[in-house]
């Protein structure tokens, strides 16, 4: 009998978690700019950080040669590119109106942002990493992107590359 309670509470605990999953959508940095603006600029220094233009790099003569050494030849349009070169391409049934133009958006790194943007505020916060998937990232979230798989020559220190892109709370 409390073998058959405990299952029932595993699934009920399950079914809630999925539900909570579901909800998380990935918005775009477009949801995050009203709010990190101007204290904090996070957003800012996101616009202005190369992680922004991430998809447009992709239409580029650079990108081109890139694609010839790895037999893509539409780098823009390309899974094989577009997996890092932006947030869209692995949202996938996630997608909560983030759009290849965001190219590796506030959510790469955060986590998908739906349920923990409502209302967002200092009281919110604890709840929003524990329970609404907020995440800070550590360089474990850089290396899935910032590794050798396409780019053999690729390097990367997580202190340096984060006093390139450094933002902070609003
Ligand atoms: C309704 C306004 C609002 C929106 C929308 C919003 N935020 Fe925030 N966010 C805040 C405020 C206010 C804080 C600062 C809380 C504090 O001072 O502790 C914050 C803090 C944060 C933090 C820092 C958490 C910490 O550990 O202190 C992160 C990361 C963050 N927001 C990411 C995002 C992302 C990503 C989005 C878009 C998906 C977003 N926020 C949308 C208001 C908002
Ligand atoms: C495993 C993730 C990953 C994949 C897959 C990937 N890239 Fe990249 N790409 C990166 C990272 C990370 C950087 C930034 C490296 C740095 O500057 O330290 C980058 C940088 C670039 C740059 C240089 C941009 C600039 O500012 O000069 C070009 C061009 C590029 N990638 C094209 C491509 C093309 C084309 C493909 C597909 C054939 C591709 N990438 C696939 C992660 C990836
Ligand atoms: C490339 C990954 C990455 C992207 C993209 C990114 N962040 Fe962050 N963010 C981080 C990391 C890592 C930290 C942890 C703080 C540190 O080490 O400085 C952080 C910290 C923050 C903080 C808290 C700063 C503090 O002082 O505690 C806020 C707020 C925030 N991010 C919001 C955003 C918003 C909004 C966007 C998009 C407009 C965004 N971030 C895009 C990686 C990222
Ligand atoms: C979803 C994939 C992805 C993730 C996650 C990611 N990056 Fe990037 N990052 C890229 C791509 C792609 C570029 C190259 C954009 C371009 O120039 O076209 C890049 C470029 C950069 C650059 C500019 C290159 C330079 O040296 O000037 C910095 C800095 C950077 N990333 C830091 C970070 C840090 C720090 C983290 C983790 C907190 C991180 N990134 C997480 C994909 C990613």
């Known amino acids: 009998m409390i073998k058959k309670m405990s299952l029932i509470a595993v699934c009920m605990l399950l079914l809630v978690s999925n539900v909570l999953l579901a909800q998380n959508k990935y918005v775009g940095a477009g949801g995050c700019k009203m709010c990190h603006m101007t204290k904090g600029k996070a957003w800012p220094t996101w616009n202005t950080s190369k992680h922004a233009q991430a998809f447009e790099n992709l239409k580029g003569a650079a990108a081109l040669k ?7 030849a539409s780098p823009s349009t390309d899974e094989k590119c577009l997996k890092c070169h932006t947030t869209a391409a ?3 049934a996630a997608n909560g ?10 959510e790469s790194c955060h986590g998908p942002g739906s349920a923990y943007k409502v209302g967002m505020s ?3 916060i604890a709840n929003a ?3 609404l998937g907020l995440i800070i990232p550590t360089s474990a979230v850089c290396i899935k992107c910032h590794n050798t798989e396409i ?8 202190e340096t590359k984060m006093n390139l892109i450094r933002h902070k709370n609003p």
Request: aromatic share 6%; glycine share 12%.
């Open 66 to 72: 890139v694609g010839q050494d790895n037999g893509v």
């Open 90 to 92: 692995s949202a996938k």
């Open 97 to 106: 109106g983030i759009t290849n133009a965001d190219g590796v958006s506030c």
């Open 122 to 124: 200092s009281s919110s």
């Open 129 to 131: 990493k524990s329970k």
């Open 151 to 158: 780019h053999k020559s690729l390097t990367f220190d997580f």
